[in-house]
């Protein structure tokens, strides 16, 4: 979970954003980005997730100066800045491919972004000195990029973007060469360098699990439009749209109709006839399709005599993955209906063919926009 607006602002040096009515094309006829709206606090820890052309790192590159918006102004510490050039923005930037000299040692690279703001020579060295001891690099000062692994590159790359002090940093995909255990530690470290140092972090990245795991606030992009606005937790409990819920983590579908509606509840008949109590999400009145959204680890096998819905399916499939084991079941008409068993070191004699009961609370089943 992210931090509170409190811990924002009391341990924070980082600039404020703000994207108002920015629009993007680059034919004059269709916009990639559409009137974004978007408020970005002092230190927040912000990430931009959404699919292939779905207008994140076109956002990126117009707030860090190296795409002029079509419309609409873009903001920094309350200043209008279209009109500045990207050099002037004062803003750390890192890249997925690195983007270092080949031809110049570690402190070089770290020291390039200082010569030209033209610090003196013992400025610089301490400069240099702090941010690599910040990335655990302290003692690869002269060497080059190509002596060095991919995530040492990648620390690198980080600490040049830090090095002058920024108070905004941009990340567009910067882990997405890693493999996968050293992208999980590298987001940790990157998460404690922004708790550690209050800048204001953007970070671009397809990846929900990266999204996740770092921000404070998660913007999920799609077609040009921030689809939904939160905290992560918000995100992957509470879900806003049927494309949010089918992004972020995993997630069973169930198509169906709305036959009635009780305070914040209702009543879906789905495909096969089946009648399911679900949280009323996205719908609004009787009669309306609907697509319903449940977690599998929300799904029991052996569920509460309290729960809402009971049905029965066939188990399709099993998957053995160490902590859990993967149920591929057919729900509701729905044969890739998924449920996560927690490894207890049993398997509940579980067997393909098997019919068994699954149940589910109607406040983890999310009536959402019908999306086929």
Avoid at 16 to 32: H, I, W
Avoid at 135 to 152: A, I
Wanted: proline share 4%; net charge negative.
């Amino acid at each position: 979970m992210g931090k509170t607006d409190g811990d924002n602002m009391a341990n924070n040096r980082g600039a404020s954003v703000k994207y108002e009515n920015v629009q993007k094309s680059y034919d004059g006829e269709s916009l990639v980005v559409k009137k974004l709206n978007l408020d970005i606090p002092p230190g927040e820890f912000l990430t931009m997730l959404g699919p292939s052309g779905s207008g994140k790192t076109t956002c990126l590159m117009m707030l860090a100066g190296f795409e002029p918006a079509t419309g609409g102004e873009i903001y920094l510490n309350e200043r209008p800045i279209n009109n500045v050039p990207p050099h002037k923005r004062g803003i750390g930037m890192v890249f997925q491919n690195y983007a270092l000299f080949p031809h110049m040692t570690v402190a070089e690279n770290l020291a390039f972004p200082l010569q030209l703001r033209n610090m003196s020579k013992s400025e610089q060295e301490e400069k240099v000195k702090n941010a690599l001891d910040m990335v655990q690099l302290g003692k690869f000062g002269n060497r080059r990029p190509g002596q060095l692994s991919g995530g040492q590159q990648q620390r690198v790359a980080v600490a040049r973007a830090l090095v002058f002090d920024p108070e905004l940093v941009l990340m567009d995909e910067p882990l997405g060469a890693l493999d996968k255990q050293l992208r999980e530690q590298m987001q940790y470290e990157i998460k404690h360098i922004h708790d550690n140092l209050g800048v204001t972090f953007v970070y671009v990245t397809h990846d929900q699990t990266e999204a996740l795991t770092m921000s404070d606030r998660v913007a999920v992009f799609n077609d040009g439009i921030v689809q939904q606005l939160s905290a992560p937790d918000v995100l992957y409990e509470s879900p806003g749209n049927s494309f949010v819920a089918q992004f972020i983590g995993e997630n069973n579908t169930l198509h169906g109709i709305v036959t009635s509606i009780e305070g914040n509840e209702c009543t879906v008949r789905v495909e096969d006839g089946t009648t399911l109590i679900a949280e009323k999400v996205n719908v609004a009145s009787e009669g309306d399709r609907t697509t319903l959204s449940l977690r599998p680890e929300r799904v029991e096998l052996i569920a509460a005599d309290a729960v809402e819905n009971k049905v029965t399916g066939r188990v399709e499939e099993l998957i053995y993955l160490g902590d859990h084991i993967r149920v591929r079941m057919n729900v509701c008409g729905n044969d890739e209906f998924i449920v996560k068993v927690r490894n207890r070191g049993e398997r509940w004699d579980l067997e393909v063919g098997q019919t068994r009961t699954v149940g589910f609370a109607a406040r983890d089943c999310k009536a959402l926009d019908y999306a086929a």
